[in-house]
T-cell receptor, first 111, second 113 residues
């Protein structure tokens, strides 16, 4: 079962930062936080993951609270192509285990 | 990352028939998974396709309905058997090599009439 809670939908103005929250209050010490997104009619795409430190890559930044009970995915300069459903997933370990998807957040970037 | 070819991309099938979906990967991968995405819903894991042994099914999914084969490290099939309209979904193959971000295919859009 999914262990995360996300708002069902959000809007963001093009060019602004999109901040997508996720609650995972029951996360265990060996569970990582992953983010995927699914653009309409495509398979999900990996974005970023982290354990307890903040992470940044070419796509996004991941901010994890000190108690690890919540996190925020940041798209620094949202474009229309970032319109998608964003999934926050917690998973034990970082290899060899399945991903169980929750309901996600539908992000709409507005021109 | 691995490149996945999933076939067919879409199909319309009669109820009571079966459809086999193929997932071909351009490199050897350790982990392969099959997901279902019903209309307007999130993804649900069907099973883990194990190379050389029977697949491991999630709760609510059974081998008689969704038989899976994985003859080698680059290929797997999922069959949707004795289909009904409730099986109309997108079926997705996912692969991982023990790294962090798994790769998903573009899916097979199945409509049962």
């Amino acid at each position: 079962d999914a262990k995360t809670t996300q708002p069902p939908s959000m809007d963001c103005a093009e060019g602004r930062a999109a901040n997508l929250p996720c609650n995972h209050s029951t996360i265990s010490g060996n569970e990582y936080v992953y983010w995927y997104r699914q653009i309409h009619s495509q398979g999900p795409q990996y974005i970023i993951h982290g354990l307890k430190n903040n992470e940044t890559n070419e796509m996004a930044s991941l901010i994890i609270t000190e108690d690890r009970k919540s996190s925020t995915l940041i798209l620094p300069h949202a474009t229309l192509r970032d319109t998608a459903v964003y999934y926050c997933i917690v998973r034990v370990g970082h290899t060899g285990n399945q991903f169980y998807f929750g309901t996600g957040t539908s992000l709409t970037v507005i021109p | 990352s691995a490149v996945i070819s999933q076939k067919p991309s879409r199909d319309i099938c009669q109820r009571g028939t079966s459809l086999t979906i193929q997932c071909q990967v351009d490199s050897q991968v350790t982990m392969m998974f099959w997901y279902r995405q019903q209309p307007g819903q999130s993804l649900t894991l069907i099973a883990t396709a194990n190379q050389g042994s029977e697949a491991t099914y999630e709760s609510g999914f059974v081998i008689d309905k969704f038989p899976i084969s994985r003859p080698n490290l680059t290929f797997s099939t999922l069959t949707v058997s004795n289909m009904s309209p409730e099986d109309s979904s997108i079926y997705l193959c996912s692969v991982g090599e023990g790294g962090y971000g798994y790769t998903f295919g573009s899916g097979t859009r199945l409509t049962v009439v």
